[in-house]
């Protein structure tokens, strides 16, 4: 609109997550420094509200249709709940988070950690669940597909872990070649699985085999912190970024 609204739309330093609300006219970024949480409406081309936070938020969710439901994992181990007034309840984990999602079949927080174990927390009983083990020593990014629920765990380990979280067992292993660490995880319609690595590749899998369909690089050695699809009756694109670049795939030029 002008000068004065662009400049709202950024952070002192850098903005580290964005979340897009269902309405799409809403969005949501968590930034440093300071640490702090903004929202913004794209229809007014305003800033909804900011909030200024005691520690940096590694990851945040959006637990309603609109922005007054909010979880955020912060660097300092703490699961903090906001509401449109402010704090309304925090709690702490046992190692430092890395990522979160949420599973709402059961309404339960899914949060990966530096360490083995993934904590679960229910939030219709308002406690931990017994957690879910892995076989790495660390869980980079939990995802659950929005159709079949389930569970994805990226790991230090290279592999992606899948969990069915009704019965909290594992279904599969996928071990992804040529990685140490798995950075990003995005599902696309019902079988097809976005990988992200921390060297800068971007592979596509058919959940029901363990050899990629397609692969690409970024060649800046870079760990892909972002993967979108965009299908439409003609297209199909894959977005990935990293924090060199972005990119945009055609899927049959592949």
Known sequence: KNSADAG?????SAVKRLVSLQTKHTFMFSGVYPPRLRCFDTKQLSMKFERGMDHEVVAFH????DWKKIVLLQADRYVEFQT??????KTRIPTFGRDLCYYNRAAEL???ASGPQVYRLNLCK?????PIDTLSTGVNVTHVHPQHSLLLLGTDSGTVECWDPRSRTKCATLAVLDTKNVTCLQSN????LGVGTDTGQVILYDIRSTKPVLSKD???EKPINSIHFYNSDSENYVISACSKSFKVWHKRQW
């Not at 308002?126 to 017994?130: I, R």
């Not at 319609?189 to 097809?192: A, G, N, S």
């Open 62 to 65: 959006i637990l309603a249709d």
């Open 126 to 130: 308002g406690t931990f669940m017994k």
């Open 8 to 12: 709202v739309l950024k952070c002192p």
């Open 189 to 192: 319609k019902i079988l097809e």
């Open 84 to 89: 449109q007034d402010g704090i309304y309840y």
């Open 110 to 112: 899914f949060i990966g």
């Open 218 to 220: 970024h060649y800046y």
